[in-house]
Structure formats: structure tokens, C-alpha cells
């Protein structure tokens, strides 16, 4: 009885394993029947009860808290109830209690476990990304790699049209600093490999869980409720019939005040500053001197620690729940463009530095494809040392179904060694610069995946397993490749997907387009003549 | 017979008959769990003495609405015997008795080396989470969601997290194991 109690349990979430049954039917009951019996010593018992009985219970005291209502202008009659309304869903109550030993009721409460397969097939082949391209696109990858074409001058190659090659392409004259010095495009691309150069690695198990976030739409429907009749005698909203309230928006008038939104569509909660509210030197500039001399230096950057103590204050006097992130990240790719910088004078330092509270779903930290972490951003202002702005406020709550993985480490290494533009036709006769991204050993992650509806257009965020390969040479490779990271998902449609496109040995793959280095003008310019307009004649001449 | 919580406020309002009778009711399971990842006596009274203290101790941090007091204290008892063992052989990678080296200087009792005898080199092949939920749903009688509560994970992964270890068994254990059941349960003569 309790061995069919356990396999029916199991059978819930994996019920392939029924396949086994008898098997696994008789490796619990070996575990029952050989549970050892322990005898307790009943002297220890009294000792230690005894012992207890001489301690002292400090009887608890009321929990004392105070939640200040920020001073926030409404937008109508019913916007106080909605706020009010809402803040169960951002401010966490229960923190104001913590001790060490905070009990480990998060996930239970916040995870719904489904049946295998319950989000159906996640291969993009029936389900379009949303619009983003992913990881494993090498060429999309280094299409679209803004870092190396926002590095300084003299390290990242710039994409430079010449005067003649601008004219049709809707823009109109050339772009860049480069052209007005003179200089031109050579043409040589990039071939980039890809090496994993780290340890052997085991892929355990052929299945894992992956994870849905829920939204919920209590608040579209209390909201919609509460401003039924908010019509100010302008139109009767009362004739309007399943109300949905996507977006509302909540402004504080006082100085360094905040505006906030909560998009019911997204479940995000947005905070950002009311830059009416907030004082901007440049105000009062009318000349490139003043912008100049407003600008911050390297020195008014705080340390790290102060920028990451501004924002975990800011969080808590705000009560935003961060009990689903890890500590705070700081990113500062800014920092080691600046310090390759020749003119670090002319540098443009940001007036905000953001941080990422990373989510982690049951003690697995979830990345972007792009191997960023992926939670709770905050955007710090260093020359008000104020916060500047929160994102992705949410209530965190999922849902979690099994899904069967790619698990043999060999075919992961293949494929990973595949990406890369080596393939790709570049012509005859043509420079190539190769490249080689080195990848040291994988850790498992969750990594964000967006399913998309095609009946709705709607997009749902998933979260599965994968593996993050760092870049070893990241260093060497920054200003081509511009990632820290390569992601591997590892649930075995969408592996099997991009396997498939990444190993197969096309005759031809279409060229990417690729930022392209400099050349000083020795070659000969090809410039098209213009003709001379036809002369119109005049019939009644 | 008083539930568990009531107990529970009665501690919090500083009554310590109430913790007694938690005691009473919870102490030999708590040692069971502990003798099984220990398998040594005096180690076990030590440990399962600091899991009672810390309860008593931190009584008021027990929120009612998150969890039972049973997983509370399965939790308090499973984090102690993982920093001891951590603590003894400053090793971040050893949790309890299965964890440790055979080169280890280790001390055992010998009777529950006998009657773990016929499944201990499986326990040893588990990851520590999968073996603590393995005792925990095999040999104390634990439901998933208090399991969950313990591990600090979702019901769905504790569920997920057994059921890969019973694949691994099903891999590990030789079909004469099976048979050697079946002459035990008295199915085969």
C-alpha cells in the first residue's frame, strides 16, 4: 500500500516511469524492509527533556512595523483602493521578521507541480521566439553585438557607410567620426571557432523540471472593479463590459519623486524617477562647455559596496520581496571599456550603474541566453546617489512540469564546436581574421525561454535547465564577440533543433553582415558619376 | 490531544510544558533521522541535543501558515548534522556519515553497520539531498510537501528528485538483489 502510495506520487509528475513499475516496486520495498531500527538510549531522553525544561522561553513580542504611504498623486477616485489593493503582492510583511532560521516555506507555496510535458512542445519550430535571436545563432550573435560597436575608437572597428555606398540606403551621408578623417572599409571578416577546452563533464539524468512563470489576473480584475465608475463626467465607463486594466501609472509630486507602473500584462510592477521632480545640471546649458564641465570624472563613481548598499536600502524601506534573488550583481561592462580607453578624459562616464538581483528558482540561478543574469534590475544614480529606477517587480510565482533532456556531454561539446560562421561563403580572395572562443567548464542553470502563442501573440516566460559555458578568453575575444558566456539549453526538442541546423553541412550559408575594421585611403576611391539632368523641352517654345 | 500549533503558541507566549510535550512526541523520530546519517550513538544524542536546544532557543521564529512543525524541526535537525560534519572535517562537500572517505577516520557503531548492510553502498552512490529524501519518504513516513518544507525545494522537485534516484537504483541493483527479496518476502521457496 505505501509502495503504490509513492510510485502514484512519482507517477504525477514522470508517468514514463510506470514502465518500470515492477522494478521500482521492488527497490522501494528492499528500502522499507531494510530500515534499520534504532534504539534511543532513554536516559539521554529524561537528561536531555530536563535540560530543556531549565531553559528559558522569552515570550514572543508583537511584531511592530510601519509602512509609510509614499506622498503619490492619484490619477482618479478609484486609484487609492487599486494601490492599496496591490500592495499584498509587493511588500512582504513577513520580513520584518527574519531570523536565521527562516523557514524554507518559498518554493513550496510558489510552485505548482504539473504533468510531464504540460506546457507542450517548446520547440521553436511550432512556437516563434519573441523576437529575440538566441545564443546558439552565432551569426546573429556577432551581427548584433552593440558592446564591440560601442567600444572606443582605436579598439572595436566601426561600421562606417562612405558617401557614395549612403546614398539610397535612406539615411543619407555617412556616419562616424572615421569618415571625416578620411578613413575606409576594408573588407576581411571574421571566422569564429568555437573550443570547449575544459574537464570532462557527466550530464546526470535524462529529465529535469522546467518552469513556467504564472500571471495572474487578480489584479486586472480588481482594478477593472475599482475604476468601473471613473468616468469624472467625461464618458460613462459603467457601459463598458469586461474591463481589463493593462497599465496604470501612479506619480509622486515631491522632489526626487518616483513614478510608478504596474503593467498587469507583463505582472510587472515598473519604478522609475519622476525626472520632473528630480534636478538635471544640464538644465540650464546652452553651450557644449557647460555639458562638459557638468560631466561626471571616474572619480564620482562610488564604490561598488555604496552603490549596492543605496540599492538594497532602497528595496528594503520599499519593501520589495527579494526573497526569491541572490545578491546583488553589479554591471560593469562600462568600466572595462573605459579602462581600454586611450582618451579616458573624454570618456563618457554613466550618470546610472545598474545592478541585478539574480532569480534563483529553487537554488538555481536563471541567465538570459545571453548569459546575463536574469531577475530584479536597479538602476543606481551616482551623482544623486539615489536609485534611479526598479524593474521587473514581480510576484513570483510558477508553475513546474518535467520535460526530458539531451544528457550525452558528447553531443553537447559537438554542437557547441559547430556554431561559429566557419561555413559561411565569404568569396575568393578575401582576408579573414580568425577567432577562437574558448569555453572552460559548464554549470547548470536555469536559463529564460520565451513560448509564443501564435493564436494570441502572447508570449510565456519559461525558465529551463541549461548549461553556461564562461569564455575563457573572453579578454582577447571582448571587442568580436563581446559575450562572457555561451548558453546551451539542454531540454532535448530545443537541443535537437539547433543541433540539426548547427551540425548540418550546407553547400552554401548566406553571409552576415559584420562591423568591418579601417583602412587608410591608399586604394582607389570608386565613385559614381553623376549624369547631367535631361533637358525638358518646352513644347511651346 | 493538542495540535501541534497550539503547542507551538503556547511555547511562543513562553510556556515550557508545551515545548515538553513537543519534545516528547518528536524526539525519537528526530534521532532516528539523525542516527541513520550519523551511525554513531554519542554523535547522534549531541547533535539531536543542539537540534532541541535550537528549537527551544528560536521557538519565536516559527511562522504559523508556513509549514508544520515537524518539517521545522526536520530542517533544524538536517542542518545541524550537515554543519557538523562540515564543521569536524572542514569539507564544504560532506553532509553527513555517507559523504565521508573511506580513508576517513571513521567512527561507527557496529550494529547498524550490520543492518544497513544489504543497501548501504546504494546510499553511498546517492547525492546527499537524494538520500535524505529517500529516509525521509522511506523510513519516516514524510509527505512530499513536508519533505519540501525540509529541503527548502517544491513538492514537484522532491518528487522529480526521487524519482531520478530511483532510476539510478534500478541501474545499481543487481538482479539478485530482487531475488534475494523475493526469498526473504517468501514469494520464491
Known amino acids: ?541 | 490531544m493538542k495540535n501541534d500549533l497550539d503547542l507551538v503558541k503556547k511555547c511562543q507566549n513562553g510556556d515550557k510544558e508545551s515545548f515538553g510535550l513537543l519534545y516528547d512526541k518528536y524526539i525519537e523520530k528526530i534521532y532516528s533521522f539523525v542516527y541513520c546519517k550519523t551511525h554513531h550513538k554519542e554523535t547522534a544524542e549531541d547533535i539531536v541535543a543542539k537540534v532541541f536546544m535550537k528549537a527551544i532557543n528560536k521557538i519565536d521564529t516559527f511562522k504559523e501558515g508556513s509549514g508544520t512543525f515537524q518539517a521545522w524541526l526536520y530542517m533544524i535537525a538536517r542542518n545541524t548534522v550537515i554543519d557538523h560534519y562540515r564543521t569536524e572535517k572542514k569539507d564544504a562537500n560532506i553532509d553527513d556519515f555517507f559523504d565521508l572517505d573511506s580513508n576517513d577516520d571513521i567512527v561507527r557503531d557496529t550494529d547498524i553497520k550490520i543492518k544497513l548492510e544489504k543497501v548501504e553502498k546504494y546510499l553511498h552512490i546517492l547525492k546527499s539531498e537524494q538520500r535524505d529524501i529517500l529516509i525521509m519518504r522511506f523510513w519516516q513516513d514524510m509527505s512530499f510537501a513536508e519533505i519540501a518544507q525540509v529541503i527548502g525545494k517544491s513538492e514537484g522537485a522532491c518528487k522529480m528528485n526521487l524519482a531520478r534516484t530511483l532510476k539510478k537504483l534500478r541501474e545499481e541493483m543487481p538482479a539478485d538483489m530482487f531475488i534475494y527479496l523475493l526469498l526473504v518476502g517468501g514469494l520464491i521457496r
Open chain 1, 1 to 541: 500500500m505505501k509502495i503504490q502510495e509513492i510510485l502514484q506520487e512519482i507517477y504525477k509528475i514522470d508517468d514514463d516511469m510506470k514502465n518500470y513499475e515492477k522494478e521500482l516496486e521492488k527497490i522501494i520495498q528492499s528500502f522499507i524492509k531494510e530500515k534499520p531500527e534504532v534504539n534511543i538510549d532513554k536516559d539521554f531522553v529524561i537528561r536531555l527533556k530536563n535540560k530543556l525544561m531549565n531553559q528559558e522561553i522569552s515570550p514572543r513580542e508583537k511584531t511592530k512595523f510601519s509602512f509609510t504611504m509614499p506622498n503619490f498623486v492619484f490619477a482618479g477616485a478609484g486609484a487609492a483602493l487599486m494601490f492599496l489593493l496591490m500592495l499584498p503582492f509587493v511588500v512582504d510583511f513577513s520580513t520584518f521578521n527574519k531570523t536565521n532560521l527562516s523557514q524554507n516555506d518559498s518554493w513550496s507555496a510558489r510552485i505548482e507541480s504539473l504533468q510531464k510535458n504540460a506546457f507542450g512542445s517548446l520547440s521553436s519550430i511550432t512556437n516563434s521566439q519573441d523576437g529575440d535571436e538566441f545564443a546558439l545563432n552565432e551569426s546573429a550573435r556577432s551581427i548584433t553585438n552593440a558592446d564591440a560597436l560601442e567600444a572606443s575608437d582605436d579598439i572595436a572597428p566601426k561600421q562606417v557607410i562612405r558617401t557614395e555606398e549612403a546614398v539610397g540606403l535612406g539615411g543619407g551621408g555617412t556616419m562616424g567620426a572615421d569618415t571625416v578623417s578620411g578613413k575606409m572599409i576594408a573588407p576581411y571578416y571574421n571566422e569564429i571557432e568555437y573550443v570547449y577546452t575544459g574537464d570532462d563533464f557527466d550530464l546526470e539524468g535524462d529529465e529535469d523540471l522546467v518552469y513556467k512563470r504564472v500571471r495572474s489576473n487578480a489584479i486586472n480584475n480588481i482594478l477593472a472593479n475599482g475604476i468601473s465608475n471613473v468616468g469624472g463626467g467625461l464618458i460613462d465607463t459603467s457601459n463598458f463590459s469586461d474591463i481589463q486594466v493593462n497599465s496604470l501609472n501612479l506619480v509622486e509630486t515631491k522632489e526626487f519623486g518616483y513614478s510608478i507602473n504596474f503593467n498587469s500584462y507583463d505582472g510587472a510592477i515598473s519604478l522609475y524617477k519622476n525626472y520632473q521632480t528630480w534636478p538635471n545640471v544640464n538644465n540650464k546649458c546652452r553651450d557644449e562647455k557647460c555639458f562638459e564641465q557638468n560631466r561626471l570624472s571616474i572619480e564620482d563613481i562610488p564604490s561598488d559596496d555604496k552603490i549596492i548598499a543605496i540599492a538594497d536600502s532602497f528595496l528594503g524601506k520599499y519593501g520589495i520581496d527579494t526573497s526569491v534573488y541572490g545578491e546583488a550583481q553589479m554591471q560593469n561592462d562600462w568600466l572595462s571599456y573605459y579602462e581600454r580607453a586611450e582618451d579616458k578624459d573624454n570618456y563618457y562616464i554613466p550618470e546610472e550603474i545598474q545592478l541585478i538581483y539574480p532569480l534563483e528558482i529553487e537554488g538555481q540561478t536563471v541567465y538570459n541566453e545571453d548569459g546575463r543574469a536574469s531577475g530584479l534590475t536597479v538602476s543606481v544614480d551616482v551623482r544623486n546617489m539615489k536609485v534611479a529606477n526598479v524593474n521587473s517587480i514581480r510576484q513570483n510565482e510558477f508553475v513546474s512540469s518535467v520535460y526530458e533532456l539531451e544528457n550525452d556531454e558528447n553531443k553537447v561539446i559537438e554542437y557547441i564546436e559547430s556554431m561559429g560562421n566557419r561555413n559561411y561563403y565569404r568569396g575568393d580572395d578575401v582576408e579573414v581574421n580568425k577567432v577562437q572562443i574558448q569555453l572552460d567548464n559548464p554549470e547548470m542553470i536555469l536559463m529564460t525561454y520565451y513560448l509564443y502563442n501564435e493564436e494570441d501573440g502572447s508570449s510565456e516566460e519559461l525558465f529551463i535547465p541549461a548549461l553556461l559555458f564562461p569564455v575563457v578568453n573572453y579578454e582577447e575575444s571582448e571587442y568580436l564577440y563581446g559575450r562572457k558566456y555561451v548558453t546551451v539549453p539542454l531540454v532535448k526538442e530545443i537541443f535537437d533543433e539547433y543541433y540539426q541546423q548547427s551540425t548540418q553541412d550546407d553547400d552554401f550559408i548566406p553571409r552576415p553582415i559584420e562591423p568591418m575594421p579601417l583602412l587608410d585611403r591608399e586604394d582607389e576611391v570608386i565613385t559614381e558619376e553623376i549624369d547631367e539632368p535631361a533637358k525638358v523641352e518646352n513644347d511651346n517654345e
